[in-house]
């Protein structure tokens, strides 16, 4: 694995939202990242699907990694701006979540990410600007 990879699979055990809702890192790539998140029923609605905020979180959190892996030396990826379309309900086991950096500069990365079911079916797209932080020099 990369020391960029890596960096980014260390930085995320200093996310304490990340292990409260148990979203785990399946795969990192260059400006790749693939999660997941168990179903669990404190996290559905009153229809019983995942609750719009938890899958918002979840595409939010592998938006920013995506962005993470290209910058390394970051103290922190901060989304901006996210726009979020619903496509059908959260169900099963899990949701996936899978980003992709569609360009990526110095400081601003435009990502998007899909979650679906695990049966491939798709619950959400989102597609967002981020802000990669750097330490003050």
């Given at each position: 694995m990369s020391d960029a990879l890596q960096y980014t699979r260390e930085y995320q055990k200093k996310i304490p939202f990340l292990s409260h809702l148990r979203i785990l890192t399946e795969e990192l790539g260059q400006g790749t990242a693939k999660?997941?998140?168990p179903i669990?029923?404190?996290l559905t609605n009153s229809m019983g699907t995942v609750h719009g905020g938890v899958i918002?979180?979840?595409l939010d959190i592998a938006l920013c990694t995506a962005a993470r892996t290209l910058h390394p030396g970051s103290v922190g990826?901060?989304?901006i701006d996210?726009?979020?379309s619903f496509i059908h309900?959260?169900?099963g086991a899990r949701l996936l979540a899978d980003a992709r950096v569609l360009k990526d500069g110095r400081s601003m990365s435009f990502v998007e990410a899909?979650?679906?079911n695990e049966?491939?079916?798709l619950v959400a797209k989102a597609i967002a600007t981020v802000r990669v932080r750097f330490k003050d020099k």
């Amino acid at each position: 694995m990369s020391d960029a990879l890596q960096y980014t699979r260390e930085y995320q055990k200093k996310i304490p939202f990340l292990s409260h809702l148990r979203i785990l890192t399946e795969e990192l790539g260059q400006g790749t990242a693939k999660l997941s998140l168990p179903i669990e029923q404190h996290l559905t609605n009153s229809m019983g699907t995942v609750h719009g905020g938890v899958i918002m979180s979840l595409l939010d959190i592998a938006l920013c990694t995506a962005a993470r892996t290209l910058h390394p030396g970051s103290v922190g990826a901060i989304t901006i701006d996210m726009s979020t379309s619903f496509i059908h309900g959260g169900s099963g086991a899990r949701l996936l979540a899978d980003a992709r950096v569609l360009k990526d500069g110095r400081s601003m990365s435009f990502v998007e990410a899909e979650a679906k079911n695990e049966d491939g079916s798709l619950v959400a797209k989102a597609i967002a600007t981020v802000r990669v932080r750097f330490k003050d020099k």
